[in-house]
């Protein structure tokens, strides 16, 4: 499971996405996000401003990212 660590209290999923390399682009996680392929702490999620905090695990395409701070 890959690290994800932020400065600020929350990122928004779609930048989640990005900063790991999941997806390329904000066009690519909101069509991701859209078809309910992500989930988050094991729940499909389909916002992709969704807030992620310490301690949320993102899971997308067999990878998992952990946000920390």
């Given at each position: ?8 209290d929350y990122i928004k999923l779609g930048q989640a ?53």
């Amino acid at each position: 499971m890959e690290i994800i660590r932020i400065k600020d209290d929350y990122i928004k999923l779609g930048q989640a996405l990005k900063l790991s390399g999941m997806c390329d682009s904000g066009v690519e996680a909101k069509f991701i996000i859209g078809d309910g392929q992500v989930q988050v702490n094991g729940k499909e999620e389909l916002q992709r401003g969704k807030k992620l905090y310490h301690g949320d695990v993102v899971t997308y395409d067999g990878r998992s990212i952990k946000i920390e701070g």
